[in-house]
């Protein structure tokens, strides 16, 4: 039972472009929403957060949303950048279980020159 | 070191032998967690380790995989008689946690030890 999915295994956008990787959850405690990237041969790099008490989080060209509702959250890239290739894992976080995250099965961002 | 450091970064192994691999958390990180990515598939949760307190270990696949964190700081991962699905890369992060913790918690992730069983 997966608690944190990533239905989009891989995505291709072309370079200039924006990347919209989706990320949705089942488990209401969630509070806490990470997204990371991984290189190849590399363990995950954090890149941006958001709490529940938001909906949104900007960190230069990257912009995360929370849709609480409909339990969703999406990772905006613009514009992306070959460099941007990579694996990208949505996590989740209930704090009141005791910090354990839940990570995702990653989407495969990859950006065209 | 600054970061988290996991050794060895490569093994190879026969089926049925044990294995170790070894975390550093970054310096006066308290939560300490395993992690596994299998070919393809993303990220599995093993255990966790938070201060003094007991060990979360409802992510362990079974009874052959045990850790251990002495001291507060490093931890062994140890898988008994190891299986071929056990082949995969293995995850240590760590974070720091404090007391009233705002938001802003994240971890911190090794380059993992990527486990070859034959």
């Known amino acids: 039972d997966q608690q944190v999915k990533q239905n989009s295994p891989s995505l291709s956008v072309q370079e200039g472009r924006i990347s919209i990787l989706n990320c949705d959850y089942t488990n209401s405690m969630f509070d806490y929403f990470l997204w990371y990237k991984k290189y190849p041969a590399e363990g995950p790099t954090f890149l941006i957060s958001i709490s529940s008490i938001k909906d949104k989080n900007e960190d230069g060209r990257f912009t995360v949303f929370l849709n609480k509702s409909a339990k969703h959250l999406s990772l905006h890239i613009v514009p992306s950048q070959p460099g941007d290739s990579a694996v990208y894992f949505c996590?989740?976080?209930?704090?009141?279980?005791?910090?354990?995250?839940?990570f995702g099965p990653g989407t495969r961002l990859s950006v065209l020159p | 070191g600054a970061g988290v450091s996991q050794s060895p970064s490569n093994k190879v192994t026969e089926k049925g032998k044990d294995v170790e691999l070894r975390c550093d958390p970054i310096s006066g990180h308290t939560a300490l967690y395993w992690y596994r990515q299998s070919l393809g598939q993303g990220l599995e949760f093993l255990i966790y380790f938070q201060g003094n307190s007991a060990p979360d270990k409802s992510g362990l696949p079974s009874d052959r995989f045990s850790a251990e964190r002495t001291g507060g700081s490093v931890s062994t991962l140890t898988i008994q008689r190891t299986q071929q699905e056990d082949s995969a890369v293995y995850l240590c992060a760590s974070s720091l946690i404090q007391a009233g913790a705002a938001t802003n918690e994240k971890l911190f992730f090794g380059s993992g030890t990527q486990l070859s069983v034959l």
């Open positions: 996590a989740a976080s209930a704090r009141n279980y005791g910090q354990n995250f839940v």
